[in-house]
């Protein structure tokens, strides 16, 4: 089997494994989010999911128990937040399952605190309704919020850059960071109804970026010159900037959730490969792999084998595909032959043919080996397998995480052979202890 499939649920399979249209559960997604959940007047409860995560596959049948039993009292829904990270960034997902309710104000859900049982689930939601219903009957809200909140809801305007023909050069060509630029004019309608979204997106993609992503504003009726060299002829035109390179042209939605999603990408585009990282004790195994869906381990030789010139070739390698397969968010890590005896033994590498490669996943306890060379071009395709879905597969020795032990880490130099301790045979007696031996 597929590691990928024995994992959990590859992407592609994750609406069918987790919920489909024969269900009561909403499957959300950043194009029918804004329409459905946002502008709803309606109390939703959100399911924010992985399709990896193992809590989230025991929580799917009460959901679904949930979703059937609140039909037409209150919404229940739930978004692939791995698949649209977007979404769950928007709203602070940090860790799967995590439930939100979405009441009166839907530009602030709530974090739903209550059990995981289907009993419990429909529980919090009745007490959320009754707490809305009061609120009205208060006269405290007043529908969904949505058209009362400041600009369409959650943006500031302010994080939106006002760009000009004066500072468009300086701002946009000539910085690092990249750019999401709308051309509008001030009487179109179209703009009108893009000016929240954008406005909600520049908030969201700055605070999750840390202002990597920027988006920015021309008004084409006024700064002619910047807008007549990129060829703007209809309204709202939206490009794309990256240093060095040619602008290109935003084909994605026009919802924040659209927006977000694709600057995001551009973000993982331009962002630093993940780190790979010795492995010196179980917290930093234990980091690295449970936060990943997949954890790649190298066990590189022995430094006396190599020396620091060999290893760092062979990191070089393994750093080369996690800039490639960085979006994936991988864990990745290394360890010297003989540092983890238990951890080789576990994967079948121990003793013999280093460099080796597992790539694992901890919660199924699941591991496939790399069986081609260790470069460049063996490695990715040993990946390439796995994130398609294919490669086969084997379970951890022992059933469970193998004990890993507290390690120094390498200082980046050759080793060297220990020195043997010198005897100064001149005070012993051989002829004494050769009679002693004879029989």
Known sequence: RALIGVLGCSLVLSVQAFYSASDDVVELNPSNFNREVIQSDSLWLIEFYAPWCGHCQNLTPDW?????????????????????????????????????????????????QGGRSSQAIVDGAMNALRSLVKERLSGKSGGSGYSKQSGGGGGSKNDVVELTDDNFNKMVLESDDVWLVEFFAPWCGHCKNLEPEWAAAASAVKEQTKGKVRLGAVDATVHQVVSGRYGIRGFPTIKIFRKGEEPEDYQGGRSRGDIIERALDLY????????????????????????????????????????????????????????????????????????????????????????????????????????GSFSEKGINEFLRELSVGRGSTATFGGGSMPKIHT?????????????????????????????KDEL
């Open 407 to 435: 390690v120094e880490a390498w200082d980046g130099k050759d080793g060297q052979l220990p020195e043997e301790e010198d005897y100064d045979l001149s005070d012993v007696d051989l002829d004494d202890d050769l009679e």
């Open 64 to 112: 679904k128990k949930a979703a059937t039993a609140l039909k037409g009292i209150v919404k229940i829904g739930a978004v692939d937040a791995d698949q649209h990270k977007s979404l769950g960034g928007q709203y602070g997902v940090r860790g799967f399952p995590t439930i939100k309710i979405f009441g009166a104000n839907k530009n602030k859900p709530e974090e739903y």
């Open 268 to 371: 993982s585009d331009n962002a630093a490969p993940p780190e790979l990282v010795e492995i010196l004790s179980e917290d930093i195994m234990k980091k690295t792999c449970e936060d990943s869906q997949l954890c790649i381990i190298a066990v590189l030789p022995h430094i006396l084998d190599t020396g620091a010139s060999g290893r760092n070739d062979y990191l070089d390698v393994m750093m080369k595909n996690a800039e490639k397969y960085k979006k994936k968010m991988w864990g990745w890590l290394w360890t010297e032959a003989g540092a983890q005896m238990e951890l080789e033994a576990s994967l079948g590498i121990g003793g013999f043919g280093y460099p080796a490669m597992a790539a694992i996943n901890t919660r199924k306890m699941k591991f496939a080996l790399l069986r």
